[in-house]
Each structure stands twice: as structure tokens, then as C-alpha cells.
């Protein structure tokens, strides 16, 4: 069995999620009554924003490198970024990774390609809804990736920076993502929606919502992670 690194904290609420997901998946599909092997390293998501605010990724790259390594002298065999924002510099980061990365993005593209869908909602941190890099990694597989218009990007970040990130789950919250999703499937012909943040299936728990897949990319990237532990 391979051991895996998580760069958790950002944030904490679904670096905890991940944890329990990975055990419970791997109990699931080894049923030895043995348990993984995780080494979980919490950085700190200011200093990480901080980084994605000032536009600065060769510094947010640098500094996400030095985490990952410290998984690596710590005995992980492979890792992953539990936060989807910072997949903005997943390409450099990778590329000079002592060990192997697993993309949440990557990962989310081979789900909705599975399921056949074309074209996708996204729903994230603006960091991630406005990043390059769902786009570019689903045009690949011809999946086009559609954004909520201009004000529900901004409603989302906010409560996703103000309230999950920090575990409050309001239902009125809950209700107006449901009502974008509405408003997108109408409008925009949306297939599926991408929980692109890992602290979105915290409170769209529903695998399906009037016609469209969620896909959930903390499951998927947990699915993903424990299939390689196991290889």
C-alpha cells in the first residue's frame, strides 16, 4: 500500500471531510480491517489566497512546493491539494513534485466524460470559477465549462469564503444554489454542475437536482487518491 500526502487547511472543514472519505473508501474496498496509511500537512489558506490575490504564482507555486516536499521527506509516496483554487498553478507544481500529484481537475474531466455530459456548470471560489483551468482541461474532452452570470459568482464566493469554509450551513444558502442551478440549466443548457470547491458537498449534498448530475469533486478526487493507495 502507498502512502498520501494531503496539503490540507485549505480548508479545514473539507480537509477533515477528505480524511474521513479516504479511510471510510479504503475500509470499503480492502476489508482486511486494515487502515491507510495518511500524512496530512494543514498550510496556512491565508497565506495560500494571499497568493491567488496578487496574482503572484510563481510564488504561490514555490510555496506549495515546500509543503509538498515536506509530505515526501515525511514518507509519502503520492499527494494531493485538498482545495481546488490553488490547481491554478497545478501544472508547475507538479511538474517539479518529488512525488506524484493527483489533479482534483483531471480527475472531475474523466467523471463528467464518463457520464457522457457536454457541457457543465461550475460553481467554486471565484479563483476557481474564473481560473483557466477547468476550462482548458474539459475543452480536451470537448466538455464545455459555463460559469453562473457575474452577481452569482460573487454570492457564491461570499458564502463560500464567509460560511463554509468555516462550517455554517444556512439553508437559505443551500436554496439560492439551487435556484443559480435552476437558472443555468434554463438559460445556459447545463448538463451537470461541477462543485468545483471542496467545501461545496457540504451543502449540496444532492447527487441530482431537476435533471442535473453533481458532481462532487471531493469524492471523486478521494476515489481517484485511494484507487492509486491500492495500485
Known amino acids: 500500500m502507498k502512502t498520501l500526502g494531503i496539503i490540507g487547511g485549505i480548508g479545514p472543514e473539507s480537509t477533515i471531510d477528505y480524511y474521513r472519505r479516504i479511510i471510510a473508501l479504503y475500509r470499503k474496498l480492502n476489508q482486511d480491517g486494515s487502515y491507510p496509511a495518511i500524512i496530512i500537512n494543514n498550510i496556512d489558506m491565508k497565506k495560500m489566497l494571499d497568493f491567488i490575490e496578487a496574482n503572484e504564482l510563481a510564488g504561490l507555486t514555490d510555496y506549495l512546493l515546500r509543503e509538498v516536499q515536506k509530505l515526501a521527506k515525511a514518507g509519502a509516496d503520492l499527494g494531493l491539494l ?4 490553488p490547481h491554478i498553478v497545478f501544472d508547475e507544481l507538479s511538474n517539479q513534485s518529488p512525488i506524484l500529484l493527483l489533479s482534483i481537475v483531471e480527475a472531475a474531466c474523466q467523471a463528467a466524460k464518463k457520464l457522457g455530459l457536454k457541457r457543465v456548470g461550475l460553481f467554486g ?69 461541477v462543485l468545483g470547491g471542496t467545501e461545496l458537498p457540504l451543502i449540496l449534498k444532492e447527487e441530482t437536482y431537476h435533471g442535473i448530475l453533481f458532481l462532487d469533486t471531493t469524492k471523486i478526487h478521494v476515489e481517484r487518491a485511494v484507487a492509486e493507495m491500492l495500485t
Request: hydrophobic share 35%; charged share 25%.
Open 82 to 85: 485538498a482545495s481546488n483554487s
Open 125 to 193: 471560489t471565484r479563483f476557481s470559477m474564473q481560473g483557466p483551468y477547468y476550462p482548458a482541461v474539459f475543452s480536451r474532452e470537448g466538455i464545455t465549462v459555463t460559469l453562473p452570470d457575474e452577481k452569482e459568482r460573487a454570492y457564491i464566493h461570499d458564502k463560500y469564503m464567509n460560511e463554509l469554509v468555516n462550517g455554517v450551513i444556512i439553508p437559505e444558502t443551500h436554496d439560492r444554489l439551487l435556484a443559480i442551478v435552476d437558472r443555468m440549466k434554463a438559460q445556459e443548457k447545463i448538463e451537470g454542475l
